[in-house]
């Protein structure tokens, strides 16, 4: 069998990233209305602050209002909740994110249920949830719908394939099921308590590995002709560089290498699954603004 085509996440954001640029444009010269994303941060850690940069980058390179709350690692939870208030009751505020995770004295759960729904980028407010499961119009969690994309744009019609899901997040795995079987895929939910996993990873015609171990999907686990989506991002010792300090470098939850003699079509690690997770996020924020103001959705 040949080596998998690798899904070009980059090219597949980029293109997203466009159009959603070219409705921005739209709706500001038909509707005079501006997306505008606030991004909340608490703390320094350094992987959510590189994330937060690129997402401000990004929203302001689409045309929207980029809003930044950068908040220092105490932070109360009281304090971090009346911020979330105050977004909810400002209508120039389309979308509302909170970095994630949060400092270990705060409750994640309850600072995402204080979110309006309606302005929930993210998806993960209860609502939302709620909505996916029951087919009703929510914001779709970007992994997961990101993800979606490229199956789609990789395979075209979903029907009737075989699915696995190796992890069962609340931010990937559980949504990312839902997704799948509103395409009227068959959807198994596996994760690293699973017996025979190998078995089950090689009965999928797609494979979602989102279970936050690195390499841990091998390659003869991989039907052959299967289509692989590796959402996992993981940093892994990689030696010395010259100086003697430590070398790191990304790897995913598959074994690409090994991977890619059996798959069809691959995402690597990086610049797979990523770049197309602020891609949905910037498309979540133009569709939150459109149903506040009562435009119509966006076809993208």
């Known amino acids: 069998m040949t080596e998998a085509k690798i899904i070009d996440g980059k ?42 940069r690129s997402k ?37 505020v389309n979308g509302i994110l909170v970095q994630l995770p949060l400092p270990d004295h705060i409750n994640e759960q309850k600072i995402i249920a204080a979110i ?5 980028v993210d998806g993960f407010h209860i609502f939302n949830v709620g909505r996916l499961w029951t087919g009703g119009e929510s914001l779709i969690p970007c992994t997961p719908w990101g993800s979606l994309m490229m199956l789609k744009q990789t395979l075209g019609d979903l029907s009737g394939k075989r699915a696995v899901i190796v992890g069962r997040s609340n931010i990937v795995g559980k949504p990312m099921a839902a997704l799948l079987l509103a395409e009227s895929c068959t959807v198994s939910i596996a994760h690293s308590r699973t017996v025979d ?66 798959a069809s079509a691959i995402t690597p690690v990086p610049g797979g699954v990523g770049p197309m997770t602020i891609a949905c996020l910037l498309r979540n924020t133009v569709v939150a603004a459109c149903r506040q103001n009562g435009i119509e959705d966006p076809a993208f």
Do not use: F
């Open 197 to 262: 996993l190998a078995e089950r990873c090689r009965e999928a015609d797609i494979l979602i590995a989102a279970v936050g171990r690195p390499e841990m999907i091998k390659g003869d686990w991989v039907k052959p002709g299967a289509v692989v989506i590796d959402v996992g991002i993981n940093r892994i010792d990689a030696g010395l560089k010259e100086d003697g300090s430590p070398k790191t470098r990304l790897v995913g939850d598959v074994d690409t290498a090994a991977a890619s003699k059996n």
């Open 116 to 120: 309006d729904p309606d302005k929930d």
């Open 56 to 92: 401000s980058k990004m929203t302001s390179e689409a045309g929207m209002i980029n809003r930044e709350h950068i908040l220092p690692a105490d932070t109360a939870e009281d304090d971090l909740l009346a911020i979330v208030h105050e977004l909810n009751e400002d209508k120039q």
């Open 11 to 52: 090219a597949i954001a980029a293109d997203l990233r466009r159009q959603v640029g070219e409705h921005v444009t739209r709706i500001k010269a038909d509707n005079n209305v501006t997306p505008c994303l606030a991004v909340v941060l608490v703390g320094s850690d350094p992987a959510s602050q590189v994330y937060v």
